[in-house]
């Protein structure tokens, strides 16, 4: 089975712009959850997208949003975009609609705001 | 909310010796920790995993006991080899989050093996 895959991998953008970042999941993995990931601040929990809807949003502000399609490919997007906003965004899928099942992660989209 | 401590930040090792990550957390609820280990510029990848109503569970070089009593679970790598160095995550489920996969992170540990 292919892994969990994300686009772009990189992407540079100047601040008050936005952006959308995507994830696909494994083969019939239909939880995604999305993870920012800074030198500081270590992997902090975005939000989790199941059946097309959010199950849970960690504590970011309002800028920062996500949806999930009915094949459970998801996006997040950025908008707003500040400097802090700089990080790599992972996404990791899971198998099945329960709680603590394995996730897998994505290899992650790069994002640099200048 | 669940907060996860990994320590020490950096393990240095001579390979063949064992290297031992000690992370705690806060929720006594939470009942779900997973390790990641993560090599330079790679994405995280899941290595071992217990639940909480285990206390110990190995894969081949790779160990990780649970205490529930003092709320810390640890890694336990054996006979270290020059591929092991990377950064190792914990996380737990913190128990509000019951019925989905939200995971909070400890901070990682960067574990150097030394040829």
């Known amino acids: 089975k292919a892994g969990v895959t994300q686009t772009p991998r990189y992407l540079i953008k100047t601040r008050g712009q936005q952006v959308t970042l995507s994830c696909s999941p494994i083969s019939g993995h239909r939880s995604v959850s999305w993870y920012q990931q800074t030198p500081g601040q270590g992997l902090q929990f975005l939000f989790e997208y199941f059946s097309e809807t959010q199950r849970n949003k960690g504590n970011f502000p309002g800028r920062f949003s996500g949806r999930q399609f009915s094949n459970s490919r998801s996006e997040m997007n950025v908008s707003t975009l500040e400097l802090g906003d700089s990080a790599l965004y992972l996404c990791a899928s899971s198998l099945a609609g329960g709680a603590n099942n394995e996730q897998f992660f994505g290899p992650g989209t790069r994002l640099t705001v200048l | 909310g669940e907060n996860v401590e990994q320590h020490p930040s950096t393990l240095s090792v001579q390979e063949g010796d064992s290297a031992v990550i000690k992370c705690t957390y806060s929720?006594?609820?939470?009942?779900?920790f997973p390790w990641y280990k993560q090599e330079l510029g790679k994405r995280p990848q899941l290595i071992i995993d217990?639940?909480?109503?285990?206390g110990e569970k190995k894969d081949q070089r790779i160990a990780v006991t649970l205490n529930k009593t003092a709320k810390h679970f640890s890694l336990h790598i054996t006979e270290t080899q020059p591929e092991d160095s990377a950064v190792y995550f914990c996380?737990?489920?913190?128990?509000?989050?019951?019925?989905?996969?939200?995971?909070?992170f400890g901070k990682g540990n960067q574990v150097v093996v030394i040829p």
């Open positions: 929720d006594s609820a939470s009942n779900y």
């Open positions: 996380a737990a489920t913190p128990s509000k989050n019951y019925g989905n996969n939200r995971l909070a």
């Open positions: 217990i639940r909480s109503n285990v």
